[in-house]
């Protein structure tokens, strides 16, 4: 069975993506994007846990702010952002937009709708391993209901 990220790319539906948006800085290259592609592994072992004999519905995949923020398709997608706002364009636009769902003082914060209206997500730290730990946070908090989220927004 594939993987949901081993699909052939000239194949993608925007439509079908959940999207980990890391920055297109050297900083967040070399701290925030091993980060997301860890949390895009954990959230294809849900995907495939909750369908081990089908393709699963949603894909996710790994993408830079740059991308994320110029093309209007992939701003439609369930979206996790990873990496603070110096380093991350997303991650400073959502910064006034969502609120706070978790936060340890002066070294992490998770921001997400907890009513989970929005599908996104914001997990930054003060440096990379404080981000690695927001993204930590947010799996052991939100993220089984930010993909069941995400289910349900899918097949509506």
């Known amino acids: 069975m594939p993987k949901p990220h081993d699909h052939d790319p000239a194949q993608i539906d925007s439509e079908a993506l959940l999207l980990i948006v890391v920055g297109a800085h050297p900083r967040a290259e070399m701290t925030d994007r091993p980060v997301a592609y860890r949390l895009r592994d954990r959230i294809t072992a849900w995907l495939i846990s909750k369908f ?90 939100y993220l089984d209901d930010f993909l069941e989220a995400a289910m349900r927004t899918h097949t509506a």
Request: charged share 20%; glycine share 6%; with cysteine.
């Open 52 to 141: 081990p004999e089908d393709d699963p519905p949603l894909t996710p995949m790994v993408v830079t702010d740059l991308w994320y923020l110029n093309d209007n398709a992939l701003r439609r997608c369930p979206s996790i952002s990873v990496g603070g706002p110096g380093v991350n364009a997303f991650s400073a636009y959502l910064g006034d937009k969502l609120p706070s769902a978790f936060v340890v003082d002066d070294r992490l914060m998770v921001q997400m709708d907890l009513d989970l209206a929005e599908l996104i997500a914001c997990c930054w730290g003060v440096d990379g391993p404080a981000t690695a730990d927001a993204v930590e946070a947010f799996v052991n908090r």
